[in-house]
């Protein structure tokens, strides 16, 4: 009987530390939570989520205190069956040395045996007290572990619910952000090829306008060559024309005037043939030089008839409208001043 006795208190012991290293081991793998989560751009309030953790984990851990609480009066009451179980050991012990055969008759008095009646009724009675607290601690433990049980896979739920929100929530901006991004890739790629296209047709217009411009300063300076050699052709050919009638005319009148005076006198009729005479010869030099001024100004003409050739061969022409300066213009007014002189 006190082998057994001592048996079952050793195992409930046992028992007892081994359900709280357990439940220790299991809240170190639980406790504390977890705090660090992937970033994203949109989802819950990060200082929320850390003051929801902070407030369930600290409800974790007064549950973790009261279960804590629990056991350790687990253990007390554990500790005083077993001494309660040791105090009916060792009264049962008495019990069963007073309950002995006497070894004399007069050793067996009727106060011996009231008083082993005694005991063994208060044996019985502090057995039984102890049983029914025994039974009431351990239906109270178990009610107690049943709730936080209940209590931690609650709680567990909870955190994978909410585990599976802020996963979800993820997910969703994930996608949202993804999608956004292809909304502006494609906004960007239209919008390069629309200002692509813009650079294009500006580039169009600059070269049409470009050629346009050259195309009318080309004109410009052919018209002016042309105007130009126009110009000096008609006025050589004006002063020939002048240069001739001049000539006629003085012959003319030459030749009428000594038709007029021949009668009057030979030797003034020849003074004046010689001098009309001159005067033809001084006009044929005046011919001369005007066609060699004509000359001149036909090879000025074919030179710059040549600069043109130049000029619309070239593929950048100078875009500075024709001045002073240009070399037609000069060449222009070396004629006319040739022409004049």
């Known amino acids: 009987m006190r ?23 299991r809240d170190g793998g639980l406790l504390p939570l977890r705090r660090e989560y992937d970033q994203a751009w949109h989802g819950f309030d990060r200082n929320q989520v850390r003051q929801y953790l902070d407030h369930v984990e600290a409800h974790l851990r007064r ?20 001494n309660a179980r040791g105090e009916i050991l060792r009264l049962r012990t008495r019990v069963d040395e007073l309950m002995k055969p006497p070894e004399r008759l007069e050793d067996l008095d009727e106060r011996m ?16 007290r102890a049983q029914i607290a025994t039974e009431e601690h351990w239906a109270g433990t178990t ?13 567990i739920g909870e955190l994978d619910k909410q585990a599976e929100a802020l996963h979800t929530e993820h997910e969703k901006a994930l996608a949202a952000t993804k999608a956004e991004v292809e909304k502006l890739t494609v906004e960007a790629a239209r919008r390069r090829e629309l ?33 130009t050699r126009t110009a000096s052709k008609n006025q050589a050919e004006r002063r020939i024309a002048e240069a001739t ?28 043939t010689k001098e009309a005479t001159n005067r033809v010869e001084r006009l ?22 040549h600069l043109l050739k130049s000029l619309k061969e070239e593929s950048v022409v100078n875009s500075n409208p024709v001045g002073e300066d240009d070399p037609t213009v000069v060449n222009a007014k070396a004629v006319k001043a040739s022409a004049k002189s």
């Open 3 to 25: 082998v057994v006795s001592g048996r079952a208190n050793t195992a409930d012991t046992l028992c007892a530390g081994t359900v709280v290293t357990m439940v220790s081991e």
């Open 63 to 82: 549950i973790a205190a009261d279960r804590d609480a629990a056991m350790a009066q687990a253990s007390t009451m554990s500790r005083e069956l077993e």
């Open 113 to 128: 045996q009231r008083t082993a009646s005694l005991a063994t009724t208060r044996a019985e009675e502090i057995t039984q």
């Open 143 to 155: 009610e107690v572990s049943s709730k936080l049980r209940e209590r931690y896979q609650k709680l």
């Open 195 to 227: 200002l692509d296209a813009e650079a294009e047709r500006k580039r169009r217009a600059i070269e049409r306008e470009f050629d346009a411009k050259m195309t009318a300063e080309r004109a410009s300076l052919e018209k002016h060559v042309a105007d």
């Open 245 to 272: 009638a001049e000539a006629k005319r003085l012959v003319d009148e030459a030749t009428a005037e000594a038709k007029s005076r021949v009668e009057k006198a030979k030797a003034d009729a020849e003074w004046r």
């Open 284 to 305: 044929a030099k005046v011919r001369e030089h005007a066609l060699t001024s004509l000359s001149k100004a036909d090879q000025l003409l074919k030179r710059d008839e």
